[in-house]
């Protein structure tokens, strides 16, 4: 088996990830896929895999981890990060940086607050995110795509099936985006803003690629070149909106058991961060009533148990 060094010590990833591997398997196949988007309604639900990269780029796995998913709503991460490195705060003036409480689709909060998203994790916040993305850079899924494939080196492309299948069944997304131009908070033709929104959503990476598209996080802002993608200060507030609303309104449960930063997506997958240690991805397309995968968040929650590591 292959071993690290971290912080002096030496760490034996692929037998941890092993010994999780086998504490989750009772629980795999638990729970429903995603059946909003026709595309994803076909997943295996006895799929799972589960990526490590440490902050120097080295990479473990166990199960399916180099099996391309949806990501779906893993890529908001990307976005947001995107839009504070080239405009800095000022998307919170549009967006807030609350928990929402209901859930990622709601029509009802962001009317009732006067078409403010809660969050950039929630759809709405994202169409958001999405729109100022693409007024700084005129292509948002192009800015994503090549973040990611800086980041991991990799080939990422939209998985097109995907696309065209949330791209027929984006009525809620659609009436969420109408209701946002309605109350002058999205600048971009409506239409073009969803194209953008689907098509990262609709991404396709393996839990290998998205452990390394997420280090910067774990490095404080500095990608994979050493340059500086955020300032440090910007990485921990995305990581702080991560812990407290990229679960949606399941955050509180999640950091509870996983004590980490996280990101889930209906594909079934769940992005985490340890900073200066280094960043997981789970997925299992099995969703409990939240929209986050079952056997992904239990095995994030047994890695931080295992290895004693969290942010707290």
């Not at 490195?85 to 998307?91: H, K, Q």
């Not at 759809?123 to 995110?129: S, T, Y």
């Not at 789970?282 to 992904?296: C, E, M, R, T, V």
């Amino acid at each position: 088996m292959g071993s690290a060094t971290t912080e002096g010590e030496r760490v034996d990833y692929d037998a941890l990830l092993a010994i999780v591997h086998e504490a989750v398997r009772p629980v795999v196949g638990r729970g429903r896929v995603a059946r909003a988007i026709p595309a994803l309604a076909a997943a295996d639900p006895t799929g799972f895999g589960l990526a490590l990269a440490t902050v120097d780029g080295e990479v473990h796995g166990v199960g399916d981890w180099r099996r391309p998913f949806s990501i779906q709503s893993i890529s908001k991460v990307f976005s947001l990060a995107l839009v504070i490195a080239l405009d800095g705060e000022a998307i919170w003036r549009r967006v807030g940086r609350e928990p929402s409480g209901t859930p990622f689709n709601s029509l009802v909060q962001l009317e009732y607050e006067g078409g403010v998203p809660r969050n950039p994790f929630i759809n709405a916040g994202a169409l958001v995110v999405t729109d100022r993305l693409l007024t700084l850079t005129g292509d948002a899924c192009g800015a994503v795509v090549d973040l990611l494939r800086a980041e991991t080196g990799s080939v990422v492309r939209v998985d097109e099936e995907v696309a065209r299948s949330e791209s027929a069944h984006r009525h809620r997304n659609a009436a969420l985006a109408h209701l946002l131009a309605d109350q002058g908070n999205l600048h971009n033709p409506v239409e073009v803003v969803l194209d953008h929104y689907v098509r990262q959503c609709a991404l396709a990476m393996s839990c290998a690629d998205l452990a390394l598209a997420t280090g910067f996080l774990a490095r404080h802002g500095l990608g994979r070149d050493g340059g500086r993608l955020l300032s440090r200060s910007d990485a921990k507030r995305v990581n702080a909106v991560m812990l407290t609303c990229g679960t949606y309104d399941a955050a509180g449960e999640v950091a509870y058991r996983a004590g980490l930063p996280c990101k889930s997506g209906v594909g079934g997958g769940v992005v985490a961060v340890i900073p200066e240690r280094c960043t997981l991805c789970a997925w299992s397309p099995g969703l409990d009533a939240k929209g986050n995968s079952i056997a992904a968040v239990a095995a994030l929650d047994a890695f931080s148990t295992l290895s004693g590591w969290s942010i707290f």
